[in-house]
């Protein structure tokens, strides 16, 4: 009863023409390496070669193939190109966030450097997570590109794994270890923390207070300042912390709370964003930056020498980073010799009116 139900349904009209819809997709209007080759008045392994290989080509040729290419709208297949020369020309960049002109600026000469090199870059966002790092990382490498480049030093077990398994160039951006994965470009934070300290101490300070953001790098930041306090005999660095990403709001709303513990001659802040939000709030509180309070951010970010007043900051190169790591992967994935593997662009610290 049941079959003999099931074997008129699926001669019902209505039903068959639905299947046969669903079976015959309508076929795609995509133009094809033959329309190129068509409409170039050239042969399609000719039209191939000028795509996939255009340095074997002549010049005049390769121009004419790709102005057939606009014409019809082909796209071409990189992958198929990738598995005959084994290059996609894609680098994966891996960031913790992009809401934040600390990386912007890094990411943005990274891909203008690639470029110029004939890459592209595929970019994740990790949110500061060792598993959504791990997890992207993996899903990356499934698009074989030819190298990637990481935040940071400090990665999961299982995503160490699964770099050194696919066997690709890797650099590593924005820290500083003498055992990279691979290779690296960065600064020591621990070094950016004993600097800042040392030049506050200099300036007289000792009562700091601190508003933080909890990263591994701001906490290099942080370990470095408190020791270099530590063998003045300043071991009271009472400390907000507040999420990321930082904001002025944050850091408005920090200063408030870190006033509950106490009083303070100079507020350290990890970010210069967090620093602006501080400055404006002390000053809706009636006191002047830096005769009452002083304040000092990290990163010198664009609006940091614009503020009033502007904010004393540690400047670090984030072009530099992106530019010379781009420089790092091209010549590797090129086998063009180099003989440094780690790049350490330094820092300085910036001297403004809040501090």
């Known amino acids: 009863m049941t079959r003999s139900i099931m074997n008129n349904a699926l001669t019902h009209p209505a039903i068959t023409t639905r299947l046969t819809t669903l079976k015959s997709p309508k076929p795609s209007n995509a133009p094809t390496l033959e329309d190129v080759a068509r409409h170039a008045g050239l042969s399609p392994m000719t039209v191939s070669r000028a795509l996939n290989n255009p340095q074997v080509v002549r010049p005049k040729t390769v121009e004419k193939v790709m102005q057939a290419v606009r014409a019809t709208g082909y796209i071409p297949n990189a992958l198929a190109g990738g598995l005959a020369s084994r290059r996609s020309k894609l680098i994966a960049v891996v960031v ?23 890459y592209h870059i595929l970019l ?6 060792e598993q959504t790092e791990a997890d992207l990382v993996a899903t990356l490498l499934s698009r074989r590109p030819d190298g990637v480049v990481l935040t940071g030093i400090h990665h999961s077990a299982e995503m160490k794994k699964v770099i050194f398994n696919a066997a690709i160039p890797v650099v590593e951006i924005w820290d500083l270890t003498p055992t990279p994965l691979d290779m690296l470009v960065g600064f020591s934070h621990e070094k950016v923390g004993q600097a800042t300290a040392e030049y506050l101490l200099q300036a007289g300070y000792r009562r700091p207070g601190l508003l933080w953001t909890p990263d591994r790098r701001a906490d290099q930041r942080k370990h470095g300042l408190s020791e270099t306090f530590k063998r003045q005999g300043i071991t009271a660095l009472p400390q907000i912390d507040v999420p990321l990403p930082a904001s002025l709001a944050l850091g408005r709303e920090g200063l408030t709370r870190l006033f509950a513990d106490g009083e303070f001659d100079v507020i350290v802040c990890s970010s210069d964003t967090l620093a602006q939000g501080a400055i404006m709030e002390a000053e809706s509180r009636g006191l002047t930056v830096p005769q009452d309070i002083a304040v000092i951010g990290f990163g010198d970010l664009d609006f940091a020498a614009s503020n009033r007043p502007a904010i004393t ?18 010549d590797r994935i090129e086998h063009i010799p180099r003989e440094e593997a780690i790049i350490d662009i330094g820092f300085h610290l910036v001297k403004r009116q809040s501090a």
């Open 96 to 118: 913790p966030q992009i809401n934040n002109n600390m990386f912007v600026d890094t990411i943005q000469a990274l891909s203008d450097e690639l470029a110029l090199r004939g």
């Open 124 to 129: 994740s966002v990790t949110g500061y997570s």
């Open 313 to 330: 900051t540690v400047s670090v190169d984030r072009r530099a980073i992106g530019q010379h790591a781009a420089t790092l992967l091209a």
